[in-house]
């Protein structure tokens, strides 16, 4: 049974950073894809990041691009989500997916497969 587990959310200041992990477990996905979504109250899920295959292809959403770095310790079989520079808007429940295939320049979420239970990040202004 694969299961994706998130942590390091919580209530920080606007300029702060937080760094979210994804430990996976019941199944490794070092050659398939990972990736970061976020929903808002009252929004729809959308993509935050990813990183697909063994060579650790990065995609970002616009809105977090030079502000945030995903990454991958394929030896603990978990995905990081480095994010700098927080802002409000960025305050969501921030869930971690994953899927066994090469989902390359996908922002989709129905492309994921697997999910976790996702972790609050909250940025106070």
């Known amino acids: 049974q694969v299961q994706l587990v998130e942590s390091g959310g919580g209530l920080v200041q606007a300029g702060a950073s937080l760094r979210l992990s994804c430990a996976a477990s019941?199944?490794?996905?070092?050659?398939?894809?990972m990736a970061w979504f976020r929903q808002a109250p009252g929004k729809e899920r959308e993509f935050v990041a990813s990183?697909?295959?063994?060579?650790?292809?990065?995609y970002y959403a616009d809105s977090v691009k030079g502000r945030s770095t995903i990454s991958r310790d394929n030896a603990k079989n978990t995905v990081y989500l480095q994010m700098d520079s927080l802002k409000p808007e960025d305050t969501a429940v921030y869930y971690c997916?994953?899927?066994?295939?090469?989902?390359?320049?996908?922002?989709?979420?129905?492309?994921?497969?697997?999910w976790g239970q996702g972790t609050q990040v909250t940025v106070s202004s």
């Open positions: 019941g199944r490794t996905f070092s050659s398939g894809s």
């Open positions: 997916a994953a899927d066994r295939a090469l989902l390359l320049r996908s922002r989709g979420l129905y492309d994921y497969t697997y």
């Open positions: 990183i697909v295959g063994s060579g650790g292809i990065t």
